[in-house]
């Protein structure tokens, strides 16, 4: 007997990520708060991630999932130095609303 | 003869003008004066030795330095001729330089700026050096500019004062007129005879028909530089710079510079007998025209400005008659007379402090001993009286005339006439009768002092002996000038007959009678000039002196600035407007860009989500 996970089709996985990759791009048009857009850009990581995966089982090729692992640790480090980031504006301006930084208005 | 030496002449002033251009600020005015005067003291030295040389041998020295300029078929040299006119020349340039330095010391001895009077005047020096030393028409030419950027310098040195500014202005620019003329001049010379040169000129030159128009060019660059109709009216203005000025450039030296090089180029001249006619008509009508204007300056430099350019026309008449060595002559007694005069009004106003208006001087006589008696022998000198320098040098101009058109000889003699009444009204309201000035004037009053006397005493001998150089029937300066002057025979009365001595006490008595007219009214009655807006008649044509400067105005100058600002309102902004609308586009097409860039990262994410599914619909929909 196959695996539950198995019986998944490949469809279903693609329009999981297309869902999650929605989401996190809509999060990031219409939300203000800097936390929750970041959190926006890693589940549009995410929903990469998956298909990758998703697509390496089916390909029975394991080359998508270590490019997974490099994602996921890329996308820690970026979360580390993001967070870094947010806690400087932060401090600078006692606000992680994107509105008010428009230092860079030309 | 050493070349060095004859260099040497060119190269003590242009030393004279470094040192005290670039140091003289630091010399003090004793030194700086000294200088000054040493320099061009020494050009007379070794203008004299070459002198004696060339009285000797009769050989000219000709000293090429190198090629200056080559074409095609000919080539110019930067060389310089030294023969018997520019020996002439050497000695009164120089001579009377010496004697003016000499005296600006004292006059200009307190002035802020008396070093770079100086140099301004030794630069003169060499430039009129290099003018008449040049060895062919470009290096004539270089003098002919370089003095008169140094006449423009000098008649503006107090240039604080903006009318005299716009004097300077006005005597460049009329000078420029000129020299365009000088231009064209070598341009047609040298096409048509493929040298510039004198020599090789005097030799190669033949009527070529267009010669008449190079010719007529020369003659419109010295009616410039030489102050004649039409170019004449920047000469009474000049009288703006210091007196010691106007007695070096605007009568002694550099207006005489196109009777040199008349002179100089008598071949050509010679071969176009039309535009000698020209010259000396002009010459005649100059002569008359300022001598009438001169009868009515109450300014004392004003009326000598207007004498010299009467003056000078009785030497552009002989000119024009073909009497070189005549006009020559003139030339030497005038710049006697006519320095000792300048440098006497100069001393005239030194003594009064500064006033130039001869209603308010008067009986000077009595507190400038000195300056009145060379006065009075330089009034002599140049109304002609016998013996005196003037008196041969006019009467040679007469009798040329006579012999030659019976009209020019009444305008001339009507000119000499008018000039001894001039001169004597000149002489009679500044040195006799009471003084006009005011109070303070007159207790200023005083002689000048020796360094300023001594030039006025050399200047008086030299204008009452002058005369010498060339009496009718043996004169030592047409033999002198033989070699320079081709066609030597053609002009000169030789013969003293019945007629030319009555034409002598014709002029003699007409002089006469000048003088006691001037006698009986501005010593007997005691007339003062009246204001000149009190005028009429022929007088007030005269004290506006033919309204000249008016229609020059109304017929060169206003149209030009009409034209000028035309361009510069409508067609200078037309081209502007349209220059700058190729800038304008690209600037307001940023500008309207720009706004979408307005700090908002809300609104720069939108665009990147929309761009990137822009790409990958591209990317998908389109392959």
């Given at each position: 007997?196959?695996?539950?996970l198995?019986?998944?089709g490949?469809?279903?996985?693609?329009?999981?990520?297309?869902?999650?990759?929605?989401?996190?791009a809509?999060?990031?048009?219409?939300?203000?708060?800097?936390?929750?857009?970041?959190m926006?850009?890693?589940?549009?990581?995410?929903?990469?991630?998956?298909?990758?995966v998703?697509?390496?089982?089916y390909?029975?090729?394991?080359n998508?999932?270590?490019?997974?692992?490099f994602?996921?640790?890329?996308?820690a480090a970026?979360?580390?130095?993001?967070?870094?980031i947010?806690v400087?504006?932060?401090?600078?301006?006692?606000?992680?609303?994107?509105?008010k930084?428009?230092?860079?208005?030309g | 003869m050493?070349?060095?030496?004859?260099l040497l002449?060119?190269i003590?002033?242009?030393?004279?003008?470094?040192?005290?251009?670039?140091?003289?600020?630091?010399?003090?005015?004793k030194?700086?004066?000294?200088?000054a005067?040493?320099?061009?003291a020494?050009s007379?030295?070794?203008?004299?030795?070459?002198?004696?040389?060339?009285q000797?041998?009769?050989?000219p020295?000709?000293?090429?330095?190198?090629e200056?300029?080559?074409?095609n078929?000919?080539?110019?040299?930067?060389g310089?001729?030294?023969d018997?006119l520019?020996?002439?020349?050497?000695?009164?340039?120089?001579?009377?330089?010496?004697?003016?330095h000499?005296?600006?010391?004292?006059?200009?001895?307190?002035?802020e700026n008396?070093s770079?009077?100086?140099?301004?005047?030794?630069?003169?020096v060499?430039?009129?050096?290099?003018?008449?030393?040049?060895?062919?028409?470009?290096?004539?030419?270089i003098?002919?500019?370089?003095v008169?950027?140094?006449?423009y310098?000098?008649?503006?040195f107090?240039?604080?004062?903006?009318d005299?500014?716009?004097?300077?202005?006005?005597a460049?620019?009329?000078?420029?007129?000129?020299?365009?003329g000088?231009?064209v001049?070598i341009?047609i010379?040298?096409?048509?005879f493929?040298?510039?040169?004198?020599?090789?000129?005097?030799e190669?030159?033949?009527?070529?028909?267009?010669?008449g128009?190079?010719?007529?060019?020369?003659?419109?660059?010295?009616?410039?530089k030489?102050?004649?109709?039409?170019?004449?009216?920047?000469?009474?203005?000049a009288m703006?710079?210091?007196?010691?000025?106007?007695a070096l450039?605007h009568?002694?030296?550099?207006?005489?510079?196109?009777?040199?090089?008349?002179?100089?180029?008598n071949f050509?001249f010679?071969?176009?007998p039309?535009?000698q006619?020209?010259?000396?008509?002009?010459?005649?009508v100059?002569?008359?025209m300022?001598?009438?204007?001169?009868?009515?300056q109450?300014d004392i430099k004003?009326?000598?400005?207007?004498?010299?350019?009467?003056?000078?026309?009785?030497?552009?008449?002989?000119?024009?008659?073909?009497?070189y060595?005549?006009?020559?002559f003139?030339?030497?007694t005038?710049?006697f007379?006519?320095?000792?005069l300048?440098?006497?009004?100069?001393s005239?106003?030194?003594?009064i402090g500064?006033?130039q208006?001869?209603?308010?001087?008067?009986?000077?006589?009595?507190?400038?001993k000195v300056?009145?008696?060379?006065?009075?022998?330089?009034?002599?000198?140049?109304s002609?009286?016998?013996?005196l320098s003037?008196?041969?040098?006019?009467?040679?101009?007469?009798?040329?005339?006579?012999?030659h058109?019976?009209?020019?000889?009444?305008i001339a003699?009507?000119?000499?006439?008018?000039?001894a009444?001039?001169?004597?009204?000149?002489?009679?309201?500044?040195f006799?009768?009471?003084?006009?000035g005011?109070?303070?004037?007159a207790?200023?009053?005083?002689e000048?002092p020796?360094?300023?006397?001594?030039p006025l005493?050399?200047l008086a001998v030299?204008?009452a002996?002058g005369?010498?150089i060339?009496?009718?029937?043996?004169?030592?300066?047409?033999?002198?000038l033989?070699?320079?002057?081709?066609?030597?025979?053609?002009?000169?009365?030789?013969?003293?007959?019945?007629?030319?001595?009555?034409?002598?006490g014709?002029?003699?008595?007409g002089?006469?009678?000048?003088l006691?007219?001037a006698y009986?009214?501005?010593?007997?009655?005691?007339q003062?000039?009246?204001?000149?807006?009190n005028?009429?008649?022929?007088?007030?044509?005269?004290?506006?002196?033919?309204?000249?400067?008016?229609?020059y105005q109304?017929?060169i100058?206003?149209?030009?600035?009409?034209?000028?600002s035309?361009f510069?309102?409508?067609?200078?902004?037309l081209?502007?407007?349209?220059?700058?609308?190729?800038?304008?586009?690209?600037?307001?097409?940023?500008y309207?860009?720009?706004?979408?860039?307005n700090?908002?990262?809300g609104?720069?994410?939108?665009?990147?989500?929309?761009?990137?599914?822009?790409?990958?619909?591209?990317?998908?929909?389109?392959?």
């Amino acid at each position: 007997m196959e695996h539950v996970l198995q019986q998944i089709g490949i469809d279903q996985y693609i329009y999981l990520s297309i869902i999650l990759f929605s989401i996190g791009a809509f999060g990031i048009l219409y939300r203000r708060n800097a936390i929750v857009m970041f959190m926006s850009i890693e589940i549009m990581l995410n929903a990469a991630n998956l298909l990758l995966v998703a697509f390496s089982n089916y390909h029975e090729d394991a080359n998508g999932q270590v490019f997974v692992f490099f994602t996921m640790a890329v996308a820690a480090a970026e979360v580390a130095i993001g967070l870094a980031i947010l806690v400087a504006i932060y401090r600078n301006i006692g606000s992680i609303d994107i509105d008010k930084l428009k230092n860079l208005k030309g | 003869m050493s070349t060095t030496i004859l260099l040497l002449t060119l190269i003590f002033p242009l030393v004279g003008t470094l040192i005290n251009g670039f140091w003289g600020k630091h010399l003090s005015k004793k030194v700086s004066g000294a200088i000054a005067t040493l320099a061009i003291a020494a050009s007379f030295v070794t203008s004299c030795i070459f002198f004696a040389y060339i009285q000797g041998s009769q050989e000219p020295v000709k000293v090429v330095l190198f090629e200056w300029m080559k074409f095609n078929y000919f080539t110019i040299d930067f060389g310089f001729y030294f023969d018997q006119l520019a020996a002439l020349w050497l000695l009164f340039i120089t001579g009377i330089g010496t004697l003016i330095h000499l005296y600006s010391t004292s006059y200009m001895h307190d002035d802020e700026n008396f070093s770079t009077f100086f140099t301004y005047l030794n630069f003169f020096v060499f430039f009129m050096l290099i003018l008449v030393t040049g060895s062919n028409l470009a290096m004539m030419f270089i003098g002919w500019e370089g003095v008169g950027l140094c006449s423009y310098l000098l008649i503006g040195f107090w240039y604080k004062n903006q009318d005299y500014n716009n004097a300077a202005k006005k005597a460049f620019i009329m000078n420029r007129i000129g020299d365009l003329g000088f231009l064209v001049g070598i341009f047609i010379t040298g096409y048509l005879f493929h040298t510039l040169d004198f020599v090789a000129l005097k030799e190669q030159s033949y009527l070529a028909p267009t010669l008449g128009i190079a010719t007529m060019a020369f003659f419109i660059a010295a009616t410039g530089k030489s102050a004649q109709l039409p170019l004449y009216t920047w000469l009474p203005d000049a009288m703006a710079g210091p007196t010691p000025v106007s007695a070096l450039i605007h009568a002694a030296t550099m207006v005489t510079a196109g009777i040199f090089m008349i002179t100089r180029l008598n071949f050509l001249f010679d071969l176009t007998p039309d535009v000698q006619h020209i010259i000396a008509v002009i010459g005649a009508v100059t002569s008359l025209m300022a001598a009438t204007i001169a009868l009515v300056q109450n300014d004392i430099k004003k009326v000598l400005a207007y004498s010299t350019v009467s003056q000078l026309g009785l030497m552009f008449l002989a000119l024009g008659l073909g009497a070189y060595e005549v006009a020559v002559f003139h030339v030497i007694t005038h710049a006697f007379f006519k320095a000792c005069l300048f440098l006497g009004s100069g001393s005239v106003i030194h003594a009064i402090g500064g006033e130039q208006d001869m209603r308010h001087m008067g009986g000077l006589r009595k507190y400038m001993k000195v300056t009145y008696l060379t006065f009075f022998i330089s009034t002599l000198a140049i109304s002609g009286f016998p013996p005196l320098s003037g008196f041969f040098s006019k009467d040679e101009i007469l009798l040329t005339a006579f012999h030659h058109n019976i009209v020019l000889w009444i305008i001339a003699s009507l000119a000499s006439i008018l000039t001894a009444f001039y001169m004597f009204r000149l002489l009679f309201l500044t040195f006799f009768n009471n003084f006009r000035g005011t109070k303070e004037q007159a207790d200023h009053l005083h002689e000048s002092p020796s360094v300023m006397t001594l030039p006025l005493i050399i200047l008086a001998v030299l204008a009452a002996a002058g005369g010498l150089i060339s009496i009718p029937g043996n004169s030592w300066l047409n033999e002198f000038l033989k070699p320079v002057i081709k066609n030597n025979t053609a002009s000169h009365p030789h013969v003293l007959g019945t007629t030319e001595y009555l034409l002598m006490g014709l002029a003699v008595i007409g002089a006469l009678v000048s003088l006691f007219i001037a006698y009986a009214k501005y010593i007997k009655n005691k007339q003062v000039p009246v204001n000149d807006n009190n005028v009429s008649g022929l007088q007030k044509l005269f004290v506006n002196k033919y309204y000249l400067d008016e229609i020059y105005q109304a017929i060169i100058v206003q149209p030009l600035n009409f034209f000028g600002s035309f361009f510069k309102n409508q067609i200078d902004g037309l081209i502007n407007g349209i220059v700058l609308s190729f800038g304008r586009v690209p600037s307001e097409l940023s500008y309207q860009g720009k706004k979408a860039q307005n700090g908002n990262i809300g609104l720069y994410l939108f665009a990147f989500v929309i761009g990137v599914c822009g790409l990958l619909y591209y990317l998908f929909m389109c392959y």
